[in-house]
């Protein structure tokens, strides 16, 4: 499955966005996916995962402020995140797997380019 994510951009503190990944190619419905993101100099963290039956996980650096979704005829994962603070600055990438969601970016083979989130103060 090849990924695309799209969405990101330069918001303000507060704003809200909603990042979406796009799938092609394979049955997309069978697939766990994440959302990672990494700041410079810092590791690829996730921040919120879905799994094929739409079980969700959530980083604690971003519960109650996001919500990650798929709609599996448009093939499309999304994630909405609001009350963005400046911490949240980072590219943002999307990844899918085969069987549950996992924590660890290492667990996902299929990744997509990243998005650029910069959230100004």
């Known amino acids: 499955v090849q990924l695309q994510a799209s969405g990101g951009g330069l918001v303000q503190t507060g704003d809200s966005l909603r990042l979406s990944c796009a799938a092609s190619?394979?049955?997309?419905?069978?697939?766990?996916v994440g959302w990672f993101r990494q700041a410079p100099g810092a590791e690829r963290d996730v921040v919120a995962a879905?799994?094929?039956?739409?079980?969700?996980y959530y980083a604690d650096s971003v519960k109650g402020r996001a919500t990650i979704s798929r709609d599996n005829t448009k093939k499309t994962v999304y994630l909405q995140v609001s009350r963005l603070k400046p911490e949240d600055t980072a590219i943002y990438y999307c990844?899918?797997?085969?069987?549950?969601?996992?924590?660890?970016?290492?667990?996902?083979?299929?990744w997509g380019h990243g998005t650029q989130v910069t959230v100004s103060s």
């Open positions: 990844a899918a797997r085969v069987g549950s969601y996992m924590y660890s970016s290492a667990e996902y083979d299929n």
């Open positions: 190619g394979r049955t997309f419905s069978g697939y766990a």
């Open positions: 879905i799994s094929s039956g739409d079980v969700t």
